[in-house]
């Protein structure tokens, strides 16, 4: 067992019928998913597993019923063969016949992927864990395999039959992405670091991420802010920011209501750890990110009438020495609109001061860590870039996860 309580595919026995639970929740455009660093991560796990000889079913989920992006899996098994290097089978069905009789035809270091659990009424919605493993879908497929291994560290946060059901009645396993998303992501409030612990908080999930910063309290040093979240809090401390360029996208004034209690107890609280952004950018002329990048001192602006892009030069700068001199750092949110050029000098400033130092870093958003990519760093230099979202938030709240807890039952029995 591993010292997070579950056990991993170090213990799966060999020769296994295994089942695999992946997040492959991708974005899709015309009805397609586009690729995402989530086939690569998973594609580690899945080639493991086939190559030690393993029979591989794989389940995964894609969007939610009734929306544009609720479409079959067809497309991400072609991805996924890819990037694994082999061939994946792909039965447009979740646990009827035909998805039955090709999990029995597998022959070792074959891979099946069945079709979106999302399209057996028995996945969703959220139920305990009994019921679930009560289901006709768990019970089907159960009974073709020997073993589950969840994959899905992003989907964890969910109480679904494909994530809490199957490790009720299978001997269950963490698989790669799920032990190693786990284990940097707790790192914030499981771990001791000596020095300097900091905190990046940025991107437009104002919400989420205040109130990251109010649960975290002294296990984080210095909280650096950025994007939606830093303006609220500058607003806080008095400066007329927070306009809305677009007053349908409603990004200041809802989060603003929602939040400036919690903002004023963060203040209050750990006032001391919370830096602010001393300049901004925007973009000068036409007013919208088009424009050419221009800068102005916190304390000059007067009127709340410019949409703030990025945080300015000096505060890159000031961000960047806060993280040569720190221990950890972990990043929630992009400091500006990143995928615009002129806009992402403070989250490419933060980013490049943590890939250069040898701190332990973690970045974690599914946006944010694409300006890895965008701006010519590499994941290599992060101790962990995370392809999680709402559970990357949970897991630096200290809350638990449905499916991780599951798999903690599972090796406890
Ligand atoms: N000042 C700003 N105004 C508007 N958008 C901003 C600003 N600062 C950052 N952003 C946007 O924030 C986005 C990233 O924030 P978001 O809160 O979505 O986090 P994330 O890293 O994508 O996490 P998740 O995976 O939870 O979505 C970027 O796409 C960036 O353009
Ligand atoms: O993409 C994600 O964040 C996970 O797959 C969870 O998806 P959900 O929010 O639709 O449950």
Not at 269 to 292: F, H, I, M, N, P
Not at 357 to 381: H, K, N, Q, W
Request: charged fraction near 30%.
């Amino acid at each position: 067992m591993s010292t997070h309580g579950f056990d991993t595919l170090d213990d799966l026995a060999p020769d296994q019928r295994v089942l695999v639970r992946l997040d492959l929740n991708s974005p899709v455009e015309d009805g397609k998913p586009q690729d995402n660093r989530r086939f690569d991560r998973h594609a580690e796990t899945v080639r493991e597993l086939a190559d030690a000889g393993h029979r591989v079913v794989l389940l995964a989920h894609q969007g939610r019923p009734g929306r544009d992006d609720f479409v079959s899996l067809s497309g991400h098994a072609e991805i996924l063969a890819d990037r694994v290097g082999r061939d994946v089978e792909f039965v447009a069905d979740t646990h009827g016949d035909d998805a039955v009789d090709a999990i029995d035809a597998l022959e070792p270091g074959e891979i099946l992927l069945l079709e979106n659990t999302r399209m057996c009424d028995d996945e969703l919605p959220e139920a305990d864990p009994t019921t679930k493993a009560d289901s006709e879908f768990v019970r089907t497929l159960a009974a073709h395999v020997d073993a589950y291994v969840n994959d899905a560290y992003s989907a964890a946060h969910r109480s679904h039959a494909s994530l809490v059901g199957f490790p009720e009645v299978l001997p269950s396993y963490a698989g790669r992405v799920m032990a190693t998303e786990y284990a940097a992501n707790t790192a914030i409030a499981n771990r001791e670091f000596d020095g300097r612990v900091t905190m990046v908080v940025g991107g437009t999930k104002a919400t989420d991420v205040i109130e990251v910063m109010d649960a975290l309290g002294e296990s984080v040093d210095d909280f650096l802010l950025g994007g939606i979240a830093g303006e609220l809090f500058l607003r806080a401390a008095g400066h007329p920011v927070g306009f809305d360029l677009d007053p349908e996208a409603d990004r200041y004034d809802s989060q603003w209501e929602r939040n400036h209690d919690l903002i004023e107890r963060v203040l209050d609280g750990r006032g001391g750890a919370v830096t602010l952004a001393t300049d901004l950018a925007y973009a000068a002329g036409e007013g919208d990110c088009d424009g050419e990048r221009a800068e102005v001192a916190v304390d000059d602006i007067d009127e709340k009438d410019v949409s703030f892009l990025d945080i300015g030069t000096d505060t890159a700068e000031s961000y960047a020495d806060v993280i040569r001199d720190s221990e950890a750092v972990f990043v929630k949110g992009a400091l500006g609109v990143f995928e615009e050029e002129p806009f992402s000098v403070g989250t490419v400033t933060v980013l490049e001061a943590i890939a250069e130092t040898d701190c332990f870093s973690v970045v974690g958003g599914g946006d944010t860590s694409r300006a890895i990519g965008m701006y010519g760093l590499s994941e290599a230099d992060f101790d962990h870039v995370s392809i999680a979202g709402g559970a990357y938030i949970r897991a630096l709240t200290g809350q638990s996860l449905a499916g991780v807890e599951a798999l903690q039952r599972a090796a406890g029995r």
